[in-house]
């Protein structure tokens, strides 16, 4: 397995990169939501005299910020920022190549109108919803609690998908089946259930739109095989290198936050020591 972790504006990146040159591209860019998008994390001691909150058994504690990581979530012009970047997509993708491309309700729309000039109609294959129904809930509307996932191929008529290679979800009404299917279980629709990374889980970096390994490595696993390279120009916290590296992917991650960076060194070092060499870091 190779990764590479290049750190910059992944436009001049992408370009300098040989046309098709990898099998699956994943990638999730700014939801252009207005806001600042920040993710502190916090240090709890037990407390009973000046604890700033009640825990298990009521105790108290009291919590400390130990690092704060944030980044701009503004684009004036958003599609005349994502468009290039669709393009040289297309440009890097081998035949039988997948394009992943992760947004919200904010952009959606706009962004598979763009996305369709650029691939065709013909090469989109599904909008998956990912339903994650954690957090707060709104009084003036119903909760916004999915993502939408587009998936792009290079070739309609030729395109990975390992049916096999699906995890298999339990039936909702396993009585309706008998034994045998429900012990094995069904496989998902284009509806995916699945939780966001807790703020307790080991698997949070700290890093503010981390997401959860179980939804990337079901896109790995699936429009990919071993030994191919997968592409992720808004990397983050590393959690497609991650999904890459474990089904035994090569892996090339690009992110302009040096804060990002760190956190995919960091992070994919504790995964495999050997991963991370000198000669793969890329500026």
């Not at 750190?7 to 040989?18: C, K, Q, S, T």
């Not at 700033?52 to 005349?80: C, M």
């Not at 997401?211 to 696993?221: E, Q």
């Amino acid at each position: 397995m190779n990764l590479q972790i290049h750190v910059g504006d992944n436009l001049p990146i992408l370009e300098a990169m040989p046309s098709e040159s990898v099998d699956l591209i994943y990638i999730d860019p700014p939801f252009n939501t207005g806001r600042k998008q920040t993710r502190t994390t916090l240090q709890t001691v037990r407390d009973e005299e000046q604890g700033d909150r009640t825990g298990f058994q009521g105790h108290r504690y009291r919590t400390t910020e130990v690092g704060r990581l944030s980044y701009a979530d503004s684009f004036p012009d958003y599609l005349d920022f994502i468009g290039p970047r669709v393009e040289q997509a297309l440009r890097l993708l081998r035949p039988h190549g997948s394009f992943f491309f992760h947004i919200d309700y904010r952009e959606v729309h706009y962004c598979k109108v763009l996305i369709d000039s650029v691939f065709g109609r013909d090469n989109f294959m599904n909008e998956i919803i990912w339903a994650y129904d954690y957090g707060g809930r709104s009084r003036k509307r119903w909760s916004p609690k999915h993502d939408n996932i587009l998936w792009y191929v290079r070739d309609a008529n030729r395109y990975t998908y390992r049916f096999d290679d699906i995890d298999r979800i339990p039936y909702m009404a396993p009585g309706l089946v008998g034994p045998d299917k429900a012990r094995r279980g069904k496989t998902p629709t284009d509806c995916w259930w699945q939780t966001i990374v807790s703020p307790n889980s080991r698997e949070k970096t700290g890093y503010p739109s981390q997401k959860p390994l179980a939804l990337l490595n079901r896109i790995v696993r699936v429009h990919s095989n071993p030994g191919d390279t997968v592409l992720d120009f808004f990397a983050g916290s590393g959690t497609t290198g991650e999904a890459a590296l474990c089904n035994g992917r090569h892996a090339i991650l690009v992110d302009s936050s040096p804060e990002a960076v760190e956190i995919m060194v960091r992070r994919l070092a504790v995964w495999d020591p050997e991963v991370i060499r000198p000669r793969d870091m890329r500026t």
